[in-house]
Nanobody, 115 residues
Framework: QVQLVETGGGSVQAGGSLRLSCVGS????????MCWFRQAPGKPRELVAL???????DYADSVKGRYTNTRDNAKNTAYLQMNSLKTGDTGVYYC?????????WGQGTQVTVSD
């Protein structure tokens, strides 16, 4: 059974930092593009960061310069380092692993940023 498990969410004050982790089991993540999505209350899920299997990264304009997406293939894990957090970053963060017809989602982890 394939599972992606996100950890590292929590509550933080604006300007603070959090690091999310996404650990895979039942599948190898190194050959997949790893993405992080965010869903704020009442809003659609949006892509905030991705890292390809070759290590290329891309970010939503709203998080560029503040978020860093990395991966550790030896640990079958992807990370999202979030710095200078803003209240607008609040939401449930989901990791996703994809390749061709393969699509796996994690269960999500809540990030709450307060003033």
């Amino acid at each position: 059974q394939v599972q992606l498990v996100e950890t590292g969410g929590g509550s933080v004050q604006a300007g603070g930092s959090l690091r999310l982790s996404c650990v895979g089991s039942g599948t190898i993540l190194s050959d997949k593009t790893m993405c992080w999505f965010r869903q704020a209350p009442g809003k659609p899920r949006e892509l905030v960061a991705l890292i390809s299997s070759s290590g290329n990264t891309d970010y939503a304009d709203s998080v560029k310069g503040r978020y860093t997406n990395t991966r550790d293939n030896a640990k079958n894990t992807a990370y999202l380092q979030m710095n200078s957090l803003k209240t607008g970053d609040t939401g449930v963060y989901y990791c996703h692993a994809g390749a061709r017809l393969i699509s796996y989602w994690g269960q999500g982890t809540q990030v709450t940023v307060s003033d």
